[in-house]
């Protein structure tokens, strides 16, 4: 079975410092992990994904992540916020059970940034 | 090219009565998703089409819950009747296959509230 957990429910950062958004998942077998954006009132925007090539993904935004298997973490990094990142941020893990898949979504990340 | 489209945006109903939303997602996806995402959560699958045909629903309440894709391309999800704590926002989502590594792309979400 699969699951997903984001270990921060809040974080809150200054405009124009880095930004960590942490996300650890369980999986029987490499998994492919994806980050998805929510702004409010709109739809979720896949920023990046992992499917077993280059453990480091850029996305879009100037957002990327690390895969580490050893620590079975795939934590989502910006070198530089922005007003405009603020958002609810989901981690998802895709895998399967008994021959159907499914995302797995965390519960989420709200980040908040501040002038 | 057009992303997935949902309506009505928001539905505002009294409990014990009927309601519906629709889903057209990206042409030439094959794969539809139906979730429910309670407030302050991630999104949880209730149902998956690949083209016509519901190939996990095992999430769906099916005493109140029913799902049609016909023809393979536009989706309605209907609730009859609704209850109090249906009220959540419905999300819609397509991809070009069902295969683990694949994005899925969200619609913008119908908010129920249920009085």
């Known amino acids: 079975a699969q699951s997903v957990t984001q270990l921060d429910s809040h974080v809150s950062v200054s405009e124009g410092t880095p930004v960590l958004l942490r996300c650890n998942y369980s999986?029987?077998?490499?998994?492919?992990l994806f980050w998805y954006v929510q702004h409010p009132n709109k739809g979720l925007q896949l920023l990046l994904k992992?499917?077993?090539?280059?453990?480091l993904v850029k996305g879009i935004n100037g957002f990327e992540a690390e895969f580490k298997k050893s620590e079975t973490s795939f934590h989502l990094t910006k070198p530089s916020a922005h007003m405009s990142d603020a958002a609810e941020y989901f981690c998802v893990v895709s895998g399967s059970t008994s021959g159907t898949y499914k995302y797995i979504f965390g519960t989420g990340t709200r980040l908040k940034v501040l002038a | 090219e057009a992303g997935v489209v949902q309506s009505p945006r928001y539905k505002i109903i009294e409990k014990k009565q009927p309601v519906a939303f629709w889903c057209n997602p990206i042409?030439?996806?094959?794969?539809l998703y139906w979730y429910l995402q309670n407030l302050g959560q991630g999104p949880e699958l209730l149902i998956r089409y690949e083209n016509e045909e519901a190939v996990d629903d095992s999430q769906l309440p099916k005493d109140r819950f029913s799902a049609e894709r016909l023809k393979g391309v536009d989706s309605t999800l209907k609730i009859q009747p609704a209850e109090l704590g249906d009220s959540a926002v419905y999300l819609c989502?397509?991809?070009?296959?069902?295969?683990?590594?694949?994005?899925?792309?969200f619609g913008p979400g119908t908010r129920l509230t249920v009085l």
């Open positions: 042409s030439g996806h094959n794969t």
């Open positions: 999986s029987s077998y490499s998994p492919s």
């Open positions: 992992y499917t077993s090539a280059a453990t």
């Open positions: 989502a397509s991809s070009y296959s069902g295969r683990v590594v694949d994005e899925q792309f």
